[in-house]
């Protein structure tokens, strides 16, 4: 959250010059008033209506404006008559010593005033009245890093995620560790198994309490944080491991090594509601958009897919879902998936070693709007929930952060602290902090999108209460 830029301050009031009244009994749009050249009573009190300025007829010289008038006219009615330079002269002459050096016709009391540019005016008290918007200040260096003993060195993983009561979840090897980012203390979830282990993946539930586990064996497993207590198993839904998940209200979407993409409704108990059959490696990236309509999916098999809700019931074949738009254009496997908030049909995909592209796409046309060559491998990207920026996470070479102005895509700055690939990133309930783990087994927190407004918004909660109330009979 850019809660630190300057706000705009409010542009100053330009005071106009009240409009001066029109002359009455004139219509709309009409000729203006001219008076006749021809000699008659004087009226020296002349006066001038706004712009109109009325001819002061005591400054006059009739004969003169007579002979202005109508000696070009001789002119024009002879075209063909030869002038001598004698007579030429003689003119010449003859109107310098008549005109005495005058050319106009009519004559005005007062000099008209200068038109005022009040256009102009305005314009420039308003470009003086908006500062220019400072530029945030980006620390370079990480807020706080923490040691991650036993992570996973697998870019098909998704081993980090943090919730919305502000709790980060970690795996390190078969252990499932919580951190509260706001009294920084560390407790211990669940250690599983040597035969279910390690875990491969793990993701909060909306409400922030509950949390599913992917495990190596290619069971799930559902968690009350706040009791420590295992509410339900998921089994034989995949064939292999879990790697990647996704939440969209109550159906936990799972992706496993076999291929498969499968909706489970934790309401029920037989909670396999839909299958999306895609891709032909393993699902190492799944993100539901904002608006819970849009399913995104990557594979090792270097595909992208989107499958669309409205299609689940439409569109089926023994159980299987059709997906909306299947996406060749990565060279490489996608993992990092990320959907742009203040565009709901706006994707960000990134591509592996092979591809090391960032590809944004519209998700109702399937169109690839634009790719940029990172020049190395996209583990994880992010979107600034307040700007108009994106964050990537990368490998090899240079093991860093970079982030993005979008959509001209300007790199802003690049973090560096890192020593191996930033495999996975999650990002703070309040969009600022970014927490980043990776293969040399730290955990660093940065610092990248602001601080936090003076007054957030108070999280609604309500809708996520109720999800798990089932869960009382259910083992």
Request: with cysteine; aromatic share 8%.
């Amino acid at each position: 959250m850019d809660a630190g830029s300057n706000s705009i301050s409010s542009k100053k009031s330009v005071s106009r010059r009240a409009a001066a009244p029109r002359p009455a009994l004139q219509e709309a749009g009409s000729r203006p008033y001219m008076p006749p050249l021809s000699s008659g009573p004087r009226n020296p009190s002349a006066k001038c209506y706004g712009d109109r300025f009325i001819p002061e007829r005591s400054a006059m010289d009739m004969d003169l404006a007579h002979y202005l008038l109508t000696e070009p006219r001789k002119d024009k009615e002879n075209p063909a008559a030869a002038v001598s330079p004698a007579k030429e002269a003689y003119r010449r002459l003859l109107a310098e010593k008549l005109l005495n050096n005058r050319t106009r016709i009519l004559a005005f009391r007062n000099k008209p005033p200068e038109p005022e540019n009040t256009l102009a005016d305005f314009h420039s008290d308003a470009v003086q009245a908006k500062p220019a918007k400072q530029r945030r200040h980006i620390p370079q260096s990480s807020e706080r890093t923490l040691d991650a003993p036993e992570l996973v060195d697998d870019y098909y993983l998704n081993l980090l995620d943090w919730g919305s009561s502000n709790v980060l979840s970690i795996a390190l090897g078969s252990t499932v560790y919580l951190w509260d980012a706001s009294s920084g203390s560390t407790s211990e979830l669940v250690t599983v198994d040597e035969d279910y282990g390690p875990v491969t993946s793990v993701s909060w539930a909306p409400d922030g309490r509950h949390i599913a586990v992917g495990l190596n064996s290619s069971d799930v497993q559902l968690w009350d944080t706040t009791s420590n207590r295992l509410l339900r198993t998921l089994r034989g839904v995949h064939e292999l491991r879990v790697g990647s998940l996704a939440w969209n209200n109550s159906i936990l979407t799972t992706g496993g090594m076999d291929g498969k993409i499968v909706n489970n409704d934790v309401r029920i108990r037989n909670s396999v509601v839909q299958t999306y059959h895609g891709h032909e490696q393993e699902v190492c990236g799944l993100k539901w958009s904002g608006s819970g309509q849009q399913l995104a999916s990557g594979g090792n098999d270097n595909l992208l897919h989107i499958w669309d809700v409205s299609m689940s019931s439409s569109v089926q074949s023994a159980g299987r879902t059709q997906w909306l738009h299947r996406l060749q254009d990565h060279l490489a496997a996608v993992k990092a998936l990320a959907w742009c908030p203040f565009q709901s049909n706006l994707l960000a995909s990134g591509g592996g070693g092979g591809d090391r592209c960032i590809k944004f796409w519209n998700t109702h046309t399937g169109a690839c709007l634009n790719s940029v060559d990172t020049g190395s491998q996209v583990c994880a990207l992010l979107w600034n929930k307040n700007e108009r920026e994106l964050l990537s996470s990368h490998g090899f070479t240079q093991n860093q952060l970079t982030l993005w102005k979008y959509p001209s895509m300007v790199k802003m700055a690049e973090l560096n602290g890192h020593t191996s690939r930033v495999l996975f990133m999650a990002q703070s309930p309040d969009g600022c902090t970014v927490a980043s783990a990776a293969a040399d087994e730290t955990l660093r927190f940065w610092n990248v999108f602001g601080t936090p407004e003076a007054a957030p918004k108070a999280a609604a909660k309500a809708s996520h209460t109720g999800i798990f109330n089932s869960f009382n009979h259910i083992r």
